[in-house]
């Protein structure tokens, strides 16, 4: 089966544009995540899905950032305007369960520069 | 709350030794302990997960991590290290439907 793809790998933007990540999970999974690596930090939980509700948007750090989910399939990230702090790499991962013992798939991360 | 630390962020290892990657835990309630490894370019893959029983948990590619309840210690070990293995890797915490990661450890092996 193919796995959680991401798009764009990279990007590079100035301060003050606008920015659109997208994710695509794996078909059939209904939870869709966002966590993000600021830095060489720790990877931090943004928000989740389950088909196209938010089930928690608790680590999003601002009404910078807008996460959409039409539709239950794929998943967009919106950074607007962008600013120099949020410069990471952008992880996207899906699962079919949830739970504190179930693993998820992980995207390979779209690396977001801001200059 | 839910916290996890790995001490080192780089663990250098020559081809052939055994590897130890360390990590360290604190939750609230039961611990469900991960590994997940990032190679270049590519996403984070599952290695292993501890969520009860037996407190040594053999995962892919040969690693196995051993879960440490007094000493809150979840430590990634590989008995032979492979330049294959060089990598980043994560350990993390999951509490509910979050994970809780890590810094990172870069792990390189030296021919």
């Known amino acids: 089966e193919a796995g959680v793809t991401q798009f ?9 544009q606008t920015v659109t990540l997208r994710c695509d999970p794996i078909s059939g999974h209904d939870n869709l995540y966002w966590y993000r690596r ?3 930090k720790e990877i931090k939980f943004l928000l989740h899905f389950v088909k196209e509700s938010k089930q928690d ?6 009404n910078r950032f807008l996460a ?23 992880f996207c991962a899906s699962s079919q369960a949830t739970g504190p013992t179930n693993g998820y798939t992980f995207g390979s991360g779209t690396r977001l520069t801001v200059v | 709350a839910q916290s996890v630390a790995q001490p080192e962020d780089q663990v250098n290892v020559a081809e052939g030794n055994p ?3 360390k990590c360290t835990y604190s939750v609230s309630g039961n611990p469900y302990l991960f590994w997940y490894v990032q190679y270049p370019n590519r996403g984070l893959q599952f290695l292993l997960k501890y969520i009860t029983g037996d407190n040594l948990v053999k995962g892919s590619y040969g690693f196995e991590a051993e ?8 430590h990634l070990k590989k008995p032979s290290a492979l330049v294959s293995d060089s990598a ?24």
Request: proline fraction near 5%.
């Open chain 1, 8 to 16: 764009p790998s990279h990007s590079v933007i100035e301060k003050g």
């Open chain 1, 38 to 40: 600021v830095m060489g």
């Open chain 1, 57 to 62: 948007e608790s680590g999003m750090p601002n």
């Open chain 1, 68 to 90: 959409e989910r039409t539709g239950g399939t794929y998943s967009t990230l919106k950074v607007q305007p962008a600013e120099l702090e949020d410069s990471g790499v952008y």
């Open chain 2, 19 to 21: 590897l130890t990657v």
């Open chain 2, 67 to 74: 879960f440490n309840k007094s000493q809150t210690s979840f």
């Open chain 2, 88 to 111: 980043l890797y994560f350990c993390a915490v999951k509490a509910g439907n979050q994970f809780y990661f890590g810094t990172g450890t870069s792990l390189t092996v030296i021919p």
